[in-house]
DNA sequence: AAATATTGTGCAATCGATTACCCTTTGTTG
DNA sequence: CAACAAAGGGTAATCGATTGCACAATATTT
């Protein structure tokens, strides 16, 4: 409770304030108020005048006394796992862009894919009353609790790619099943026999979808579903590297392997080059994100594109059209595309 | 001036506040306020009941309410070029860990590397009312005008990284100056004769610098100094290409490159390959930052390493000390290490 | 010219937490 | 036991901007 700081060192400077520039015009706050709000109760002239005087003052307007007398702060909240994943920063940049262009401030938290600081998160954000929240869940978050903070109070809510099912929201995402459709289906026109999936956490959506994806494309070929070539996995640089392990120290190893994303398959490039398996010949590996670096690795990295900005981007709009209650559902899915850029390793 | 946006269509929340919890007590809200900020006037008893009942009605107190009070907003700004660079996000998250573990919030603002905009961030920050700001300036920033916002106001400002001898500040930044002259050293010891520099703008410490160490190693071994092997680049990818092409197009091509960056030294191994040149054994090649990136591309490329969490991490110490005030002198600069990694890029 | 509208402003309450100052108790000292 | 100190808690002003309501001045209508 008492988190509070405070500083007795703080000196007074000289904020001005719409009294200053009432006292200096000889009218009222009031009237200053509401020329700066371009009231319509104002005359042109009077809001000249106070414009003007604002500008000599160099007034600033107090966000804080604003804030707490309208109770919306003009500012959002952003929980994201980590913010040096490049999809999330892209989703970041995307976010800020719109929502400064609409006069909304963006409070940034990261989980660190822990679902203890996610909960953090939801506290920090809550304290600072934001107006509404944009929110990637935590890789190992299974209890959503903690967001009942915000939907208990109507605050409004919006998930963007790492979606939550059990809450009613907003959510924006890729075409993740259609993404995993065409990686599979990619590796079979490459004439890859038997592929193998690497798959995130299956409480997530998205890595269930693009397994899923992966499958219909398997069936749609007529391809044998096999167990043990589908493998659930962390996605770390680590666990991607255990995963290559178990599927490629095999004698009856896999000739593709479609991962859940860029590092994993990164993982598995590494490793196969390690034991002298040649890319693509005789492995073909396509990752899923399009980070920065799936272009300069050696063999480049075929992957699947999604844009963390226009992601962003859309699920600002979704918020900021709840915030001001635009729209009256509150519930709508948005599913973005998502595209193969093929390089080499996957091309044979 | 116009900019503040009102939500007509908030729903009053049940938000408790200090004076439901004084009202179900039976006491004053001042009485509230002292036990939930652990005032010594109130009795062990009184703040036990309050604390309790406060959990009871999920008390969350308003910050708008509390700054708006005591004038400081337990918040610091950050203003960045672009959070899409490993090292600004690894900035970020260890200033954001150690603000938050003091009570502070973050508030991030992206420049883009444009110095207009670092203008808008700067009143934007200005406005929110932060307790005091970390910056890194834009690429293009020549006009520092921008930043008496704060400094005219005795708000404090720390810069990292990219920082600016105009204003008296304190800054944190890694040893450019070394990283340049090792990176230059490492290459002489590898054997090379002629080596390149692409540095970055020159008004910036950080490029002038890492020049200046460059130089400095070339004079310790007696090399000559050829002005046509020193270009000075934006170091965006496109312009490293550029680069690339004027330094290794000439027939009296250098046989080794230290660049400023890694996406300028990355830039120069793509273009290498594509006419035909070998890495390391005709052109060696060191960039600077040790971006992710960078030990994957192929061949793996050799830099200067420099710890955006520390540097984050510094900034933060130094800004909150100011703030809370407890040392005296704010014009400290703090200077961290920086390391050199080997890779391919570099050993023959 | 009287009645009514319209326009432009001011007054004062308000948002929720903090805090200087004052007033009770209860405890201590000579 | 008087006198005084300390402990515990209440009152009300305050931070700066917003806004419902009242009202004066001017314009318009009948």
Known sequence: MDYKLHNRNMKKESHTTIHDIARALNISGSTVSRALNDNSRISEKTKKAVRDMARQLGYQPNALASNLRTSCTNTIGVIIPRISRYFFSSAITGIEELARTRGYNVIICQSNDQEAREADCVQTLFASRVDGVISSIAINTENFEHYKTFTDRNIPL???????DELETSQVVVD???GGFIAA?????????RIA?????????????RLQGYLKALRKHNFEIEEELIIESLLTREDGEACAKKLLDSPNRPDAIFAANDISALSIILYAKEIGLRIPEDLAVVGFSNE??????????TTIEQSGFDVGTKATEL??????NKTGNHQETIVLPVKLIER???NR
Do not use: A, M, W
Not at 185 to 193: N, P, Q, R, V
Not at 197 to 209: D, F, K
């Open 319 to 324: 918020l900021l059209d709840i915030i001001t």
């Open 344 to 346: 080499e390793s996957s």
């Open 158 to 164: 919006v998930f963007f790619d790492r979606v939550c």
């Open 176 to 178: 993740d099943f259609k």
């Open 185 to 193: 289906e990619h590796l079979i026109s490459k004439g890859c026999k």
């Open 197 to 209: 999936h690497i798959g995130g956490p299956q409480h997530l959506n998205i890595y269930i979808n």
């Open 292 to 301: 920065p670096f799936s272009e300069y690795v050696s063999p480049s990295l």
